[in-house]
């Protein structure tokens, strides 16, 4: 179980950052967002940090009630959600597309991509919300719920300062210096993945041997 505030706070933050990868999507921003003028980028990148607030927030609040409605038991959604994870991060280390083309070209399209493609799948996709959900319904109290809450907000509060500042940045990494650091979160993500699906299996386990 996932006990007491400060613990709470500490594993939603450093699971969600590689997850999220705030760095390594910088470059999918920008593209997004090459039309746009400087302050309408700035109001881009923080409308995509609320979306990415309120959708994190929303299935740390709801998890667990939307688990117990659909008949899902953890190990089950831990299990299914190492997978996407796993999915996500073997694309970071072999640096394929995270946005389909459909996807890409409706973006580029779009006046605002806060919520689609920038919040939803990028940032706050499958994987983010897998990691959410899975921690709420871990948590022991409110106390670490509100550690999830809070880190969730740090996050998106993260997210909005990456975004937001990230010109110099990009420039300073270069597309190879994002290349190589998305490579190395993805590694990281796949070892929590692999934690995940590890974990729901041995869960599931004595239950699937006495059947």
Do not use: C
């Amino acid at each position: 179980m996932l006990q007491g505030f400060p613990g709470a706070f500490w594993v939603t933050v450093l699971s969600l950052f590689p997850i999220m990868n705030p760095i390594g999507n910088l470059p999918a921003f920008f593209a997004l967002t090459a039309g746009d003028s400087p302050a309408r980028r700035r109001v881009q990148a923080l409308r995509t940090a609320g979306w990415v607030i309120g959708l994190l927030v929303a299935f740390t609040v709801v998890g667990k009630e939307l688990l117990h409605g659909l008949g899902i038991s953890l190990p089950a959604l831990q299990i299914a959600g190492g997978l996407v994870v796993a999915h996500s991060a073997y694309a970071m280390v072999t640096n394929g597309p995270r946005l389909t083309e459909a996807e890409q070209g409706a973006g580029v399209a779009a006046a605002d991509v806060s919520f689609s493609p920038m919040a939803m799948p990028l940032l706050a996709g499958p994987g983010a919300i897998g990691t959410v959900i899975a921690l709420a319904s871990r948590s022991d109290g409110a106390p670490a719920e509100l550690g999830i809450v809070l880190g969730s907000v740090i996050m998106g509060l993260v997210v909005a300062l990456v975004l937001i500042t990230g010109d110099p940045l990009l420039a300073r990494l270069g597309i190879g210096g994002v290349a190589a650091l998305t490579r190395i979160f993805g590694f990281l993500i796949l070892a929590i993945a692999v934690e995940l699906i590890a974990h729901g299996i041995l869960t599931l386990a004595p239950g699937l041997l006495r059947g």
